[in-house]
């Protein structure tokens, strides 16, 4: 791992445990598609630290939507720079369908000071409280037309601001603001998914043996969600249980640091961790299980009742 990169996760990780956190343990390979899961009360996150979100390959945030509709969280990618430029303290980006910001803007958004202003085509924007908008103009005696010709925009768009359906560039709400005297910016909920367009489908590259345990979850009724750059390989839930699950031929030194942190982020996320390994791994483990064992298991109900009976050793 480059230098940049690590202190880039340490202090996401700081930033995100400040903001009052549990933080699962993250991976040591930093091509995965997510670092950690992280909760606090009833918010669920799955976070990516990158360096340079113009850098970041499609494919990893599409793992990253699909890991956290899986899990019901909200993505986030934490990084430093936007097209080799450093990355602004205060403000959100959009990429890829996920909010993107600095370490500092995310443990302050999580102590309710701010984000205020978003960068969208290298354009800054803001939210407006619409109902407030109205009032305030209407307490000024202002028509729509009137105020769209103080601040210079259409009579459509002041319409619009006031409805919610549409936000405003950052020098039009200063001009608004100044002409009704009334503060009208509201923070960025960066805690509201940017898309709610369904999950990016599954891609191609499912191996053979993960395709064997795809389709054996899904015949016990579990909604299943294959992933090739996450530390486990599956999600798969359903309306009582959710699975992290590692699928591998072996279980070798890296097998077994990989078990350690799907534990972690299973732990953190209100989940059962599963590793099914295809060769007889010769422990007890209760989330260990030999593939010639799994394939027999006939509902969910056993499936649990074996994880959960299962003794650590």
């Known amino acids: 791992m480059e230098g940049g990169e690590e202190d880039l996760l340490r202090s996401s990780l700081k930033a995100i445990r400040e903001a009052g956190f549990d933080v699962s343990t993250p991976p040591d390979d930093r091509r995965t598609s997510l670092d950690v899961i992280a909760r606090r009360k009833e918010v669920l996150l799955v976070a990516k630290a990158v360096e340079d979100i113009e850098e970041t390959p499609e494919a990893l945030g599409r793992e990253l939507r699909r890991a956290a509709s899986a899990l019901s969280a909200i993505p986030i990618l934490i990084a430093s720079r936007k097209g080799g430029e450093a990355i602004e303290d205060g403000v959100v980006y959009g990429k890829m369908n996920i909010w993107a910001a600095s370490p500092a803007t995310i443990v302050n958004a999580f102590r309710g000071k701010g984000p205020y202003v978003y960068s969208k085509l290298n354009r800054y924007y803001v939210q407006i409280n619409g109902k407030s908008l109205r009032a305030a103009r209407l307490r000024k005696g202002l028509s729509l ?7 210079g925009v259409s009579r459509k768009a002041i319409y619009e601001y006031e409805r919610g359906s549409m936000d405003a560039t950052l020098e039009v709400a200063i001009k608004m603001e100044e002409a009704l005297e009334s503060s009208l910016i509201v923070p960025v909920d960066i805690l509201a998914p940017l898309t709610s367009r369904p999950p990016p489908a599954e891609e191609e590259g499912v191996r053979p043996l993960e395709g064997e345990v795809l389709s054996k979850l899904r015949e016990l009724g579990f ?30 030194e890296h097998v077994e640091r990989e078990l350690n942190v799907i534990r972690s982020m299973a732990n953190v996320s209100g989940s059962l961790s599963l590793t099914i390994v295809k060769e007889e791994p010769g422990r007890g483990e209760r989330d260990l299980l030999p593939y010639s064992e799994f394939k027999k298991v006939g509902s969910e109900p056993e499936l649990i009742e074996i994880i959960g009976q299962r003794p650590w050793t």
């Open 223 to 252: 909604e299943a969600f294959h992933f090739k750059r996450a530390p486990f390989n599956v999600i798969a839930r359903s309306k009582y249980t959710r699975l992290l699950v590692k699928v591998s031929g072996s279980l070798d």
């Open 145 to 151: 037309g009137d105020l769209a010709r103080m601040v």
